[in-house]
């Protein structure tokens, strides 16, 4: 059961404010519960239906503190959730500033210029993880990886890259100097299909939604790359369908 005082004190972290303030993040829903429940994750607290916790309480007794773990009611979980239609499961996780253990399976960082959708940071994110990309680095003015629409788009791959956010013209100095190529996805680059891409340490730039990548960022890019517009008619590729697509290609090359 959960007092009403808890659920005052829980159903404040609707508000980024607060999160921002005690450095947590919600996670909300089943597979992306689950998927927390097996990370390095520190879980604050846990709100759930009962039947939630009956299926995952192997798991939730190696990770959670009973006195951590509040069993409550669809309204209960209505009050303090961001989604229209709650899914059985409310989380409070504590925010990691870097993953430094983590291992890349693919040699590839990514850079994110600006980037402002919630959706397209967390599909970037969620694409990332699914290619082996565990070093994802960001401006300081890219949205909050802990937003929660970003988490939700992840679907778990919050857990499993290392997100900084840094400015990025000493991070891509730092590159120059130490031999790596900076790859950018522009509209004026060359044929992705006929570059020979490096099985060696590289990063890739993405900008931002409508305007691309800024101009300072660009002048640190040593190679340019496009996408080929066969069809001629839109004028660009959405950020997280082009950073899936220059993935993909990176990793097909560096994995025959």
Do not use: H
């Amino acid at each position: 059961m959960i007092s009403k005082n808890k659920l005052k004190e829980f159903s404040k972290y609707k508000t980024s404010k607060f999160c921002d303030e005690d450095n947590v993040f919600v996670v909300e829903g089943t597979k992306i519960a689950a998927e927390a429940l097996q990370s390095e994750f520190e879980i604050v607290a846990i709100c759930a239906l009962e039947s939630w916790f009956v299926e995952y309480r192997t798991l939730i007794r190696k990770k959670v503190s009973p006195e951590n773990t509040f069993e409550v009611t669809t309204a209960e979980l209505e009050r303090i959730s961001t989604l229209k239609t709650p899914n059985q499961v409310w989380m409070l996780i504590k925010r990691q500033s870097n993953n430094e253990a983590f291992q890349s399976e693919t040699n590839l960082t990514i850079v994110l210029d600006k980037i402002q959708d919630p959706g397209n940071l967390g599909t970037i994110i969620r694409t990332c993880d699914w290619f082996g990309i565990r070093n994802i680095v960001c401006s300081p003015d890219t949205v909050s990886c802990y937003n929660s629409k970003v988490v939700q788009a992840s679907m778990g791959g919050i857990f499993r890259t290392n997100i900084n956010y840094t400015p990025l013209l000493p991070f891509l100095d730092s590159c120059t100097n130490n031999n790596t190529p900076i790859y950018g996805a522009l509209l004026d680059g060359e044929n992705i299909y006929n570059t020979q891409l490096p099985a060696s340490n590289a990063v890739l730039v993405i900008g931002n939604e409508s305007k691309g990548i800024s101009d300072e960022v660009i002048a640190k890019i040593t190679n340019r790359l496009t996408i080929p517009n066969i069809g001629r008619s839109c004028e660009s590729l959405n950020a997280s369908v082009a950073n899936g697509i220059i993935c993909y290609e990176f990793a097909r090359l560096n994995n025959k």
